[in-house]
């Protein structure tokens, strides 16, 4: 079965500290990626989201990601992170066969905490 | 523009009441439509989703039911709940097929928070 696994479930980091969030996902065949964040409050939104092209994607505030397709990974990187940064982080895949029905796979989450 | 709105945001039951939460979306027509569940360090694991009225797919066996009375209206019920309902229900559409080409991405309602005592 298809699945998504995203390495670290909690991390905590100072301000101006990098960020890399890990996420691999399990399925052969053409994939559309994608990142959500989640802020305390609010509701689930599109942080980035990559279909085909340049593996490097570049998202909403500074974030940017990138597809390894030999590693079946799409890691989340942000250079320098803001205490507005907290939030928990979704990688999610859905596989070509399932485009048609729109069904995103999910893992487990990571939260970030950035302390200012 | 599509909004997409799903209530009540919080939710207290006793064991073996029922439930409803209602998912509405707005400014699109036959959208696939999506519920969600967010345990603790879980993540989000897919419940039920719908390409169109009276057609529903259930992913994992649970004590949950969903039904699409309408284009854009979404419902997950369970007859008699239990304490393993407890979570945080997200409701979510996506372009139809007369959308266009299904990419997969998703648009989140505000969310419901279950908690069965």
């Known amino acids: 079965a298809q699945s998504v696994s995203q390495h670290n479930h909690h991390v905590i980091l100072s301000e101006a500290a990098s960020l890399e969030l890990g996420c691999n996902y399990s399925y052969g065949g053409t994939v559309n990626l994608f990142w959500y964040v989640q802020y305390p409050g609010q509701h689930l939104q599109l942080l980035l989201k990559?279909?085909?092209?340049?593996?490097l994607v570049k998202g909403i505030k500074g974030f940017e990601a990138e597809f390894i397709k030999s590693k079946f990974s799409f890691n989340l990187r942000k250079p320098s992170v803001q205490w507005s940064d907290t939030a928990e982080y979704f990688c999610a895949v859905n596989a070509a066969f399932l485009r048609n029905t729109g069904k995103l796979i999910f893992g487990q989450g990571t939260t970030l905490q950035v302390k200012p | 523009s599509q909004t997409i709105h799903q209530w009540p945001a919080t939710l207290v039951q006793p064991v073996g009441s029922p439930l409803s939460l209602e998912c509405t979306v707005e400014g699109t027509s036959n959208p696939n439509l999506y519920w969600y569940r967010q345990a603790a360090g879980r993540g989000l694991q897919l419940l039920f989703y719908s390409v169109g009225i009276g057609q529903i797919s259930s992913e994992v066996p649970q004590n949950l039911s969903a039904s699409r009375p309408q284009d854009r209206q979404f419902i997950l019920s369970s007859k008699k709940l239990l304490l393993s309902d407890s979570g945080f229900y997200l409701c979510a559409w996506s372009p139809g097929l007369a959308g266009g080409p299904n990419t997969g991405e998703l648009f989140f309602g505000e969310g419901s928070r279950l908690t069965v005592l």
């Open positions: 990559y279909f085909s092209g340049d593996p």
